[in-house]
């Protein structure tokens, strides 16, 4: 029986080898426009793990459109990188193509020698908070020039296809939407007048790439934003994309400033495929589906049962570039999945940073990694089975290394299975479960339940020692920390203890966070619930909503600095706080704990002594490097490489690269 997922399919005259699309996503890997040889890299190596098609960008169309270290498509000096970038992806054995797009008032003065951006009407973004300057007429016309012209050459750089993207909340969707056009010209006012640019930019590419050239075009399915473009208009402006020349439409969801969650761990897999089915049921194109499908069972399904033709899998892609290839010889039990944390990808571009991953040390990296065996293997002990301690014993046994891997419990995971508690973080677990796979895959030893000491590091005398023992929660000096109905945040998390109605939780970063929305959600309705009753409208709509958020515990975050989760990634923080809101959590910040109590506690805000009564109260103040074995090393004269948070505590991202980092420097 054939697997669907590896079913070839047409895009215009273009067949694609399979149903597995990367979509574009910003890499930070270009230098003043140019391609770099690390974007080659990284798009090559996908390529050969078997992915269908790969489009890269995105590339903007003229100077106001994007920033230097986007994709440059819009002059003939860039045509060399981008004819180098389209043969390494078509040579290593998919097909290509190149996303444009204007960021609209997305864009930042900064970028922009400080003009102002542009937009359709001078709204102010709530993303950048500038104020855009409005597009003239003729500068309209100029810009949808401008789309033809760099799709064209698009083409003469030897790509397959190109794609337009028409929403995110870039200069097409700014045109569609009332929210942001409120010009009073051709291009303002009715529907049929705000679908006008993006329409006549797909005549334009048509006309300029001719009908051999597939064009792709890239929209939402619904903005989520309030007053804006909702499923109707945007179903029928997808509808009038086909007649304006569109081979293919890929459905993306929401803009950059909805209040959505669209990309991280908390949104189900393939949630927003309805959007992209309900399209599919209204055009004769390929339709492409997106947004959380991070596995190829999802990816199948999402295919089987209509929702579309394709699946857009971005950075599923980081995390495995093999995953196409593994799925296809059925072995997906090999795949290291996304976890959705954008701890890498999204959060790096904040600061400045190319694209890495969480899951995958090599993502980003692909011109830096030798896959070569060790000339001289060693012996390695690995003390520690949490993230960073398989990591390195992977890293090890993949040059070629004798590698033993000692946990003291009675599962390897570590932290992550802390992580992965909360209700919508179960992706973390899903982690702990790929990398010990990957430790069977590559014939790690691993012994568990054995506390590793003096005793067994003599007795294992190895040539290299990695400690990634972990952290331990800090015990913080509080009086009447010591009370019995005082607990560590850990131990609830782990299960091994349960909280009272009333719980004060003493710490707001992401462990204090996490605990009390998992409290939080303690004895609201689950989603199997909610269906059940919605389906026999057993209560109205907005009953089984506040069902859905009100649970059965008082819950109190107190934290001595002034904000909350501040040790979150920036793509994940804001989501966690407009949960802590949405499920009724207490939140005390600035405030001082100066005593436990056998009632609650007593705290110190704006100078006032205040008392919290609580049936609990939670410690969640932070980590402490546990590691008693590098003193025993040292008095030994064994050198060690110290890793994850038995080096320093930090995040899942940085035990993982810094697993992979000493698991490579054991020569």
Known sequence: MSDILFEPIKIG????????????MHMSMCHNFMVSDQLIAFYAERARGGTGMITVGYAGVDSLSANTAHIGAHSDEFLPGLTRLATAIKVSGASSSVQINHAGRYNYSFFLEGKPPVAPSAVRSRLTGELPRELKRDEVKATINSFAETALRVKRAGFDAVEVLAGTGYLIS???????????????????????????????????????????????????????????????????LEAAGADALS?????????????????PRGAFAYLSRAIKENVSIPVIAGHRINDPETARKLIVDDFCDMAAMGRALIADPDLPNKAQSQHEEKIVHCVACAQGCFDHLFVGKHVECLCNPKAGHELEISGGKSIKPLKVVVVGGGAAGMVAAA?????????????????????????GAPPGREEFIVLAEDLSQQLVELNVKVVLNQTFDAELLQSENPDRLILATGGEPIAPPIPGAELPHVVQAWDLLAKKQVAGKRVVIVGGGAVGVETALMLAEEGTLSGEELKFLLLNRAEKPEDLYSLAIKGSKQVTLVEMIDKLGTNFGKSTRWAMLQDVKRYAVTTRTAAKVLEITKRGLRMECDGKIEELEADTVVLAVGTQPYNPLQVVAKELGMSCHVVGDALKPAMVFDAVHQGFAAGKALE
Request: no cysteine; hydrophobic share 40%.
């Open 251 to 267: 459905i993306n969801v929401g803009w950059h400033e909805a209040s959505v969650p669209q990309i991280i761990t908390k949104v």
């Open 395 to 419: 890293t090890a046994a993949e040059h070629g290394h004798d590698v033993t891997l000692y946990e003291k419990n009675m599962q390897l995971g570590g932290q992550l299975f802390l992580a």
């Open 174 to 240: 700014e045109f569609l939407s009332p929210l942001t056009n409120l010009r009073t010209d051709e291009y303002g006012g009715s529907l049929e007048n705000r679908m006008r640019f993006g329409l006549e930019v797909v005549k334009a590419v048509k006309e300029a790439t001719g009908n051999d050239f597939p064009l792709v075009v890239r929209t939402n399915g619904n903005d989520f934003m309030p007053d804006g473009i909702g499923r109707e208009d945007l179903l029928a402006f997808s509808v009038a």
């Open 13 to 24: 005259e273009l067949e694609v080898k399979n149903r597995i699309f990367m979509p574009a």
